[in-house]
């Protein structure tokens, strides 16, 4: 298993668009708190983004509206502009037995520690750690057709998170955006472990 330095937009279009198929959770009130907390801390790899309604105005910058962590098949997605950040999440987000891997993660983190305080542990962030095992096009939705081969859509980027009720398009797009870090993760790790076994053996 060999991963490519770089790919086109071109190469992209050819590959299998993709949305995520598991089971998505919309946590909007404090009573789906607790199958949430149950699930995630029984997790040792979780995928981890936030959305945040766009502004277009320059130097504005809206808080996260929602933090999505996603399991090998299911995406908790929190809509944290209604409810804050709920306490167990703060405390999984602190957690050194669970690992979070998301994409350009200080600016994520450093948006939600300005909603509620917290120490971020074992946080893996995806570009520097592609970076070096040869990836160079370290985007997400880059990524996505490097390491899964997979065409993600990155069209609800843009939309109102703050919505009062959000639309199928953006729930399966908040919770593709989370899962495809986890899948990412796993797939570069097992090339890396494998990477480690050859040193070893020319050794």
């Known amino acids: 298993m060999i991963f490519k330095p770089s790919i086109t937009k071109e190469e992209l279009e050819l590959l299998p668009a993709f949305g995520f198929q598991g089971k998505i959770f919309l946590i909007e009130s404090p009573e789906q708190y607790k199958m949430a907390e149950k699930v995630l ?26 933090i999505q962590l996603a399991t090998e098949d299911s995406a908790f997605l929190f809509r944290i502009h209604k409810l804050g950040i709920p306490d167990f999440v703060l405390k999984l987000l602190s957690s050194t037995r669970i690992t979070k891997v998301g994409v350009a993660l200080s600016q994520d983190v450093k948006e939600l520690q300005q909603i509620a305080p917290f120490k971020p542990a074992n946080f893996i962030d995806l570009q520097p750690y592609s970076g070096k095992l040869g990836i160079i096009d370290n985007g997400l939705k880059k990524l996505a057709g ?11 980027r843009l939309s109102n998170w703050n919505a009062e009720v959000l639309s199928e398009n953006q729930l399966e797009y908040a919770a593709t955006d989370a899962w495809v870090t986890r899948a990412i ?3 570069l790790k097992q090339y890396e472990n494998e990477l480690g076994r050859t040193d070893t053996k020319a050794g």
């Open 41 to 66: 801390f029984k997790s040792r790899v979780l995928g981890f983004d936030t959305e945040s309604k766009a502004a277009f105005k320059k130097g504005v910058k809206n808080q996260p509206a929602l």
């Open 185 to 187: 993760y796993i797939k």
């Open 146 to 156: 490097i390491v899964l081969e997979l065409n993600i859509s990155k069209g609800q």
